[in-house]
Every structure is written in C-alpha cells, then in structure tokens.
C-alpha cells in the first residue's frame, strides 16, 4: 500500500515468466474496470484502477485503497466470523452477488476470462479424490465428516450434471469468495477483492461458497440462499442445482 494522508493507493504487481500466470494481471485490470462500469455501486463499492503497465515480465497496476474490514481470516476464523455475520444482513450479501451475476451476459461475454465448466469439476473433483479424500477418509480427522459412498455419490453426481455444468458455465464468477476476501466499508457497502481468478461459471459457484463459508450461523445462511433466489433471475436453473428453498 501506497500513499498517505487519505489517499492511500494499492500496488499489485507480478512477475511471472509463464505466459498464461501473466494474463491474469490483465485479466483483473479489464474486470475491475467493467465492474466499476457496470455494477451498481449502491450495495458494492469497486475501487477505481487509477493506472496499469508492463515492462518485459513485470506487470502492475494500481488502484485507489478502499478502507474497511474484512469478513474474516480463514487461518483464524476458518469462515465468516461470527462479527461479519452479525453485522451483515443475508440480503444485502445475495443483492451484491446477484448484481455482478445479472450483468447483461452480451458484455460479460466479451471478458477474457476462462470458462469453468464439467470439465474443471471433473478435473479438480480427481484431484482431490486421489491426493487427499481417500486420505482423509481413513484418517483420525475424519469424525463421520465424510465417508466413501458419499465420495461416490459426489462422483455420480458429476456425471449425471456434466451437460447441465457445460451449458450454464457463462455467468460471472468471482471463484475465491473466501472472507478475507470480502470487505466491508464503514458506510457498510460490501467490496469483492482479489478477482484474479475469476471465470466464467454457473451461478451456484460463489453461491455454494458463502453457505459453506457461513457455518456459524444456520439462520444467516439459510436467509442468504432463499433471499438470492428470490431475487435472481435464473431461478429455474438454480433450483437443478440447489433445489427448491
């Protein structure tokens, strides 16, 4: 962080030799300045890209410092705290994603962004089945958290959604929705940090995120899920995924 006296600016900058590592810079710079564009900024502050550049494999650029606090640390909180909870309503949570969701897809298509469909499920889906769950499932840490058949299940789930995981995979999605990436302004706007690696998915992406990420409350969670799907537009197609509220 840059700058002092109410004008502090943030400074990101990476230097990456990888072609494609160094396209996510420029990735964030162009969805930054669409969302400044065209999200409401009544419920979501965006801060401004002032400047951005490159020099060989440096790349940077930098934006105007939003002050505020964040939703949580996942190191310490492993969620949203139970501070942010309290003090956040579950509707206002669901506006602000359904406000960068319901962009007029014509647009958000024109984002160079990569689509996460059936195939990044089933690829990250493997990867953790061999390299951690079968693991897990036999380890002391597992207290009937979670067993083989419901890896099973999870499996055949995938298969039996593939097309409809293909077909929905053009909404925008923030895709790291952790609570040390959410931030709340002191006038109480909510800030999306951190989209580096956003996407192209289906709208229950970020959705399943926040439940998840809000355990400590059953009540806030349940009232995020059912005011999100009142409000969105696709409501049919977020019932294949999560079911009726």
């Not at 014509?106 to 990250?124: C, F, S, T």
């Not at 039996?160 to 293909?166: A, E």
């Not at 109480?188 to 399943?208: E, H, Q, R, Y």
Request: include cysteine; glycine fraction near 6%.
């Amino acid at each position: 962080m840059l700058g002092g006296g109410g004008n502090d600016r943030v400074l990101k900058i990476r230097l990456q030799n990888d072609r494609e590592v160094a396209r996510d810079l420029d990735r964030e710079v162009e969805l930054f300045r669409f969302l400044e564009k065209n999200v409401s900024t009544n419920k979501i502050s965006v801060p401004p890209v002032l400047t951005f550049g490159k020099y060989r494999n440096l790349q940077w650029y930098l934006r105007r410092y939003q002050d505020g606090t964040l939703a949580g640390q996942m190191k310490d909180d492993h969620g949203f705290s139970k501070k942010f909870l309290d003090k956040v309503f579950p509707r206002e949570f669901a506006e602000a994603i359904s406000d960068y969701q319901n962009c007029d897809l014509k647009e958000v298509r024109k984002l160079r962004l990569h689509y996460h469909g059936n195939w990044w499920y089933r690829r990250d889906f493997d990867f953790y089945r061999k390299n951690f769950l079968a693991g897990f499932i036999r380890s002391d840490l597992n207290d009937n958290f979670l067993s083989k058949g419901e890896v099973e299940e999870i499996d055949e789930l995938l298969k039996k959604s593939g097309k409809l995981l293909d077909r929905e995979a053009k909404y925008l999605c923030h895709g790291d929705l952790y609570p040390n990436n959410v931030l709340i302004t002191p006038e109480g706007k909510i800030v999306f940090l951190d989209w580096g690696i956003s996407n192209f998915n289906n709208p229950a992406f970020d959705v399943a995120f926040v439940y998840l990420g809000a355990w400590r409350s059953k009540k806030w969670r349940e009232d995020f899920l059912k005011h999100y799907l009142m409000r969105q537009k696709t409501e049919k197609i977020l019932q294949s995924f999560f079911g009726s509220p």
